[in-house]
Each structure stands twice: as structure tokens, then as C-alpha cells.
């Protein structure tokens, strides 16, 4: 079983930063791409940032120049520093992965997401 723990959501004033962390832990063989997402109330789930295995990142508009996606050596945390934060941002953030887990017909890859965090910018 492979699970995704985020932590670092809260409540921060226009302008703020918070920092979320994701860590995968379980029978992992490889994790592949990690990510960011949202999603506000009423609206669909959207790609916030994401992160390659090689390092490589994409952004969402909305985000570019104000979040930056980053993972440690070992890649199995992600995180998103999030700075100039606008009421916009407000949402409910979750990490997913791509990751390869060993199965007895071989190495599988799955989507895994985590529980999701708050986070909630007051104007």
C-alpha cells in the first residue's frame, strides 16, 4: 500500500506564504511524477504545480512567479512553498503521485493521492 501524507495547510492573510509538504511511504519502487492540486468549493480539481522525476516542473498560470514545487534527494516528500498568496488561492490542496509499486505480475503504476489540506487566504 503506498500512502500520501500532506501537512502545512492553514489560514494566512493576503499576501502570506505557507509551505506544504507531501510524503509517499509504503512498498514504493519508484515514484514518478509528483504533484500539486486544488480544489475550491463548486469547481473542479485543477493542477496546481508538478514535478518530474528528472526535476523538470510545470505550473499553472495562476500560480507562476508565486509558488514554487520542489522534492528532496530521496523523492519522496513534495513540496509547494507558496508566497504573495491572494483569496483566490483558497482551496482544498491534495498531492497525488505516479508511482511504481512491485505486484506479483510485476512493477505497477498507480495514481495515489493524499487526504487534502485546507488552506484558506483572508483578504
Known amino acids: 500500500q503506498v500512502q500520501l501524507v500532506e501537512s502545512g495547510g492553514g489560514l494566512v492573510q493576503a499576501g502570506g506564504s505557507l509551505r506544504l509538504s507531501c510524503t509517499a511511504s509504503?512498498?514504493?519502487?519508484?515514484?514518478?511524477?509528483m504533484g500539486w492540486y486544488r480544489q475550491a468549493p463548486g469547481k473542479q480539481r485543477d493542477l496546481v504545480a508538478a514535478?518530474?522525476?528528472?526535476?523538470?516542473?510545470n505550473y499553472a498560470d495562476s500560480v507562476k512567479g508565486r509558488f514554487t514545487i520542489s522534492r528532496d534527494n530521496a523523492k519522496t516528500t513534495v513540496y509547494l512553498q507558496m508566497n504573495s498568496l491572494k483569496p483566490e488561492d483558497t482551496a482544498v490542496y491534495y498531492c497525488?503521485?505516479?508511482?511504481?509499486?512491485?505486484?506479483?505480475?510485476?512493477?505497477?503504476?498507480?495514481?495515489?493521492w493524499g487526504q487534502g489540506t485546507q488552506v484558506t487566504v483572508s483578504s
Open positions: 509504503g512498498i514504493i519502487f519508484s515514484i514518478n511524477t
Open positions: 497525488k503521485g505516479k508511482i511504481d509499486t512491485r505486484q506479483t505480475m510485476g512493477v505497477m503504476t498507480g495514481d495515489y
Open positions: 514535478i518530474a522525476s528528472g526535476g523538470s516542473t
